[in-house]
């Protein structure tokens, strides 16, 4: 089975980027729909980003739209979250996941995601 590992995160001041990279193991990457979620102490799990299998159809929540990229590259196994003009409320847990047959409604529901990261923290600061 796929395994996620994601490598990125950190402190940053806000208008600071960072980008996050996660990694997987095991096949099948390339038939899958990907995800980035992330969550803040004492909130519910939040879509951040989602890009389906052939990196045609991208979905974001609003409060990312203009700010963040969400690209994948098949042959290396990976995906990306690029943030830029970070804010202090993007800062929480960021979570890769990876789903296959979603429909396009649940592209933003966690729920249909079959395999996670662990997770990397991202810090922003006033």
């Known amino acids: 089975q796929m395994q996620l590992v994601e490598s990125g995160g950190g402190l940053v001041q806000a208008g600071g980027s960072l980008k996050l990279a996660c990694t997987a193991s095991?096949?099948?990457?390339?038939?899958?729909?990907l995800a980035w979620f992330r969550q803040a102490p004492g909130t519910e799990r939040e879509f951040v980003a989602a890009?389906?299998?052939?990196?045609?159809?991208?979905e974001y929540t609003d409060s990312v739209k203009g700010r963040f990229v969400i690209s994948r590259d098949n042959a290396m196994n990976m995906f990306f979250l690029q943030m830029n003009s970070l804010k202090p409320e993007d800062t929480a847990t960021y979570y890769c996941?990876?789903?296959?047959?979603?429909?396009?409604?649940?592209?933003?529901?966690?729920?249909?995601?079959?395999?996670w990261g662990q997770g990397t923290q991202v810090t922003v600061s006033s």
């Open positions: 996941a990876a789903g296959w047959g979603l429909l396009m409604s649940g592209l933003r529901v966690g729920d249909q995601y079959a395999v």
């Open positions: 095991g096949s099948m990457f390339s038939s899958s729909d």
């Open positions: 890009i389906r299998r052939r990196g045609f159809t991208i």
